[in-house]
């Protein structure tokens, strides 16, 4: 079973507002990676990292932020959260390796903004 | 553009039916094939995957075809039970982070 915890699951917030996901792993995984899922299902990477202090824009942009301080946290940031952010965002890790392997993944945490 | 194309976007199979999902790639730098399963409220959690140096790999009731030429691979879920219904995805990488095709809803129904 995965060792990857993501916290708040659920999370109602009002448009301005700054908030954090958390997201840790206890595996000593050294690559981590944010994904948002829309409600049509599809997953869209949009932050992932390889190590501490290395941190890297996935395929979708968005306005989040990432930091990478220690191996097994990899918190997200939205300075102002507006409705347009509201989605369910999902943390995953994988071991290093030449091919990204298998990403183990949180239960994901459900933003919603009003 | 779309690195993988994953059809069809929902399926309904009758219990005991084999069920039948099929993915598409256009990056020849890909060398890893896997597919997720994921629950309401859950997270992705991979099924089975395979690397391009075989056609075909079963793990149960699981079985992905690959097939290098045309740049395709498929998931079988033989006898399909309802505790199969979940959303699916294939996904593919290289040397980059896993890109997802959009996913497929799998309705298992007795």
């Known amino acids: 079973e995965a060792d990857i915890y993501q916290t708040p699951r659920y999370l109602v917030i009002g448009t301005g507002k700054k908030i954090t996901l958390e997201c840790s792993q206890t595996?000593?995984?050294?690559?981590m990676y944010w994904y948002q899922q829309d409600p049509g299902m599809e997953l869209h990477l949009i932050h992932y990292?390889?190590?501490?202090?290395?941190?890297e824009k996935g395929d979708l942009s968005s306005e989040s932020t990432v930091s990478r301080i220690r191996t097994e946290h990899f918190p997200l940031t939205l300075e102002s959260a507006r409705p347009s952010h509201t989605s369910q965002y999902l943390c995953?890790?994988?071991?290093?390796?030449?091919?990204?392997?298998?990403?183990?993944f949180g239960e994901g945490s459900r933003l919603t903004v009003l | 553009q779309q690195q993988v194309k994953q059809s069809p976007q929902s399926l309904i199979v009758q219990k005991g039916g084999i069920s039948i999902i099929n993915c598409a790639y256009e990056?020849?730098?890909?060398?890893?094939f896997p597919w997720y399963q994921q629950f309401p409220g859950k997270g992705p959690a991979l099924l089975i995957a395979?690397?391009?140096?075989?056609s075909e790999k079963k793990e149960g009731r699981f079985t992905i075809s690959f097939n290098k030429s045309a740049k395709q691979f498929s998931l079988h879920i033989m006898d399909s039970q309802p505790g199969d219904s979940a959303t699916y995805f294939c996904?593919?990488?290289?040397?980059?982070?896993?890109?997802f095709g959009k996913g497929t809803r799998l309705s298992v129904i007795a």
């Open positions: 995953a890790s994988s071991k290093a390796g030449t091919s990204a392997g298998e990403l183990f």
């Open positions: 595996m000593g995984h050294d690559k």
């Open positions: 990292s390889y190590g501490v202090n290395s941190t």
């Open positions: 990056n020849t730098a890909f060398d890893y």
């Open positions: 395979i690397r391009p140096d075989v």
């Open positions: 996904a593919a990488s290289g040397n980059t982070p896993l890109v």
